[in-house]
Each structure stands twice: as structure tokens, then as C-alpha cells.
């Protein structure tokens, strides 16, 4: 079987590209509209966005960009899909890491702003799996 991928790697990596344009939807948006582009925002969030140091987009616009590439490289059967995934998962990262470093979003807003955070980070991490898992097999050239 070494070479061929099975059709449910061919599913997985489709959906995984469904993601990563998602993510870099949401990026655009939070670029274009800051603290509006996930509806009406409160003081607290314009104040937050406002704070945001001018790298923190460009960090957010490479997770996404290189998720999102990492899974059409995944489809397409390249092994440059690994280190994409590598990249989008260090910038997630950081992007986050820096989010509950150095604000109090946590403490204003709840412990449920960093569930869809660790989701994040956990389906990053699922894809550096899959990924490597797919180079192991022969899957990706």
C-alpha cells in the first residue's frame, strides 16, 4: 500500500482545506473590521484590538496562510505540507501566547475564550500528525 493514499486521507485533506480558508476568512476580517469582525464588539474589545502590537495581524495572517497551504499541499500529496504545518503551529503559538501573556481577556471575558484557542492549537497538532503519519506511509513526494 505504500504510495497510494486511501480515500478517507483524500476526505480528511479536502476538509482540512475547508479549515484553513475559514481561518484566513477570519483573518481578513479581523484585519478589515478589528474588534467588529466577530459582531458587535464592546468597549473591552476595541480596546483590546487597539492594543495589539502592528506584527500581531502578520503573525495571525501566517498561521492562517500556511495552515491553509500546508492542507492543499496535503491533498495534493507534497511533503512540504509538514513543514507548513510546522510553521502554522508556531505562529498560532505565539499568536495566542501573546493574546493571554499580556491581556486580561481571561478574566473579563471567561475561561471559555481560550476553548476555541486550544481547539486550534489541537487541530494544528493533528495535522503535523497526519502529515508525518502520510511521509511515513509514502504517501506525500
Given at each position: 500500500?505504500?504510495?497510494?493514499?486511501?480515500?478517507w486521507?483524500?476526505i480528511?485533506a479536502?476538509?482540512?482545506?475547508?479549515?484553513?480558508?475559514?481561518?484566513?476568512f477570519?483573518?481578513?476580517?479581523?484585519?478589515r473590521?478589528?474588534?467588529?469582525?466577530m459582531?458587535?464588539?464592546?468597549?473591552?474589545d476595541?480596546?483590546?484590538f487597539?492594543?495589539l502590537?502592528?506584527?500581531?495581524?502578520?503573525?495571525?495572517a501566517?498561521?492562517?496562510?500556511?495552515?491553509l497551504?500546508g492542507a492543499?499541499?496535503l491533498?495534493?500529496?507534497r511533503?512540504?505540507?509538514?513543514?507548513?504545518?510546522v510553521?502554522?503551529?508556531?505562529?498560532?503559538?505565539v499568536q495566542?501566547?501573546y493574546?493571554?501573556?499580556t491581556?486580561?481577556?481571561v478574566?473579563?471575558?471567561?475561561?471559555?475564550?481560550?476553548?476555541?484557542?486550544?481547539?486550534?492549537?489541537?487541530?494544528?497538532?493533528g495535522?503535523?500528525?497526519?502529515?508525518?503519519?502520510?511521509?511515513?506511509?509514502?504517501w506525500?513526494?
Amino acid at each position: 500500500m505504500r504510495g497510494k493514499r486511501p480515500a478517507w486521507f483524500a476526505i480528511i485533506a479536502g476538509v482540512l482545506i475547508l479549515w484553513g480558508l475559514m481561518g484566513v476568512f477570519a483573518c481578513i476580517q479581523q484585519i478589515r473590521l478589528g474588534a467588529e469582525a466577530m459582531g458587535p464588539a464592546t468597549d473591552y474589545d476595541r480596546a483590546l484590538f487597539a492594543s495589539l502590537p502592528a506584527w500581531y495581524n502578520g503573525v495571525y495572517a501566517l498561521a492562517t496562510g500556511a495552515g491553509l497551504a500546508g492542507a492543499i499541499a496535503l491533498f495534493l500529496g507534497r511533503r512540504v505540507a509538514l513543514p507548513l504545518f510546522v510553521i502554522a503551529l508556531v505562529a498560532v503559538l505565539v499568536q495566542f501566547g501573546y493574546l493571554f501573556a499580556t491581556s486580561d481577556i481571561v478574566a473579563v471575558k471567561g475561561v471559555g475564550t481560550i476553548y476555541f484557542p486550544i481547539f486550534i492549537v489541537a487541530v494544528t497538532v493533528g495535522e503535523i500528525w497526519l502529515a508525518n503519519h502520510a511521509v511515513r506511509r509514502g504517501w506525500l513526494r
